[in-house]
């Protein structure tokens, strides 16, 4: 499965929220909505991908961008991840993966050697018609938060 295109619409979803709450993409039409994609609350990287966004939420806020993390991990996981770090960015939980397929980063992944399915690692800009205006794919931590932030201040 691919990527939806730039400038396509943004597949649709409804997921949960670890606040409690719901998030659905048709609800945040008219907004810039930043979806990051990553495979596991509470390991190494996904922590410093969530600090970083969490790091630049007044900066997204500021540039009329929201952020919203999605893995397939449950909303009590999610819960006990904001809380133990301090998050600030929403976290949607997509255990079904209607979301994480939709947007095809539901990938083969190999580690030692072994083949296996999983989430790669990606980010959505998505503009306030709702259309895809950018793609990261196989994303490195390092730096990210700062350029899609860059993206979000253009768009």
């Not at 609800?27 to 630049?56: N, R």
């Not at 929201?66 to 809380?83: A, E, T």
């Not at 895809?132 to 196989?138: C, H, L, R, T, Y």
């Amino acid at each position: 499965m691919s990527y939806p295109a730039i400038g396509s619409k943004a597949p649709q979803f409804e997921l949960p929220t670890d606040d409690g709450g719901v998030v659905s993409l048709a609800a945040l039409l008219g907004k810039k909505v930043v979806l990051y994609f990553y495979p596991k609350d509470d390991t190494s990287g996904c922590t410093t991908e969530a600090l970083d966004f969490s790091a630049k939420q007044d900066d997204f806020a500021a540039a009329d961008t929201l952020v919203i993390g999605i893995s397939p991990d449950s909303v009590d996981r999610h819960g006990k991840f904001r809380k133990k770090h301090a998050l600030t960015v929403r976290l949607a939980a997509d255990p079904e993966r209607q979301a994480i397929e939709a947007y095809g980063v539901w990938q083969e992944k190999s580690m030692y050697g072994r083949a296996y399915m999983g989430v790669a690692r990606t980010t959505f800009l998505i503009d306030r018609d709702g259309k895809i205006a950018e793609v990261w794919p196989k994303v490195r931590v390092a730096g990210h938060a700062e350029a899609v932030l860059a993206a979000a201040r253009k768009l």
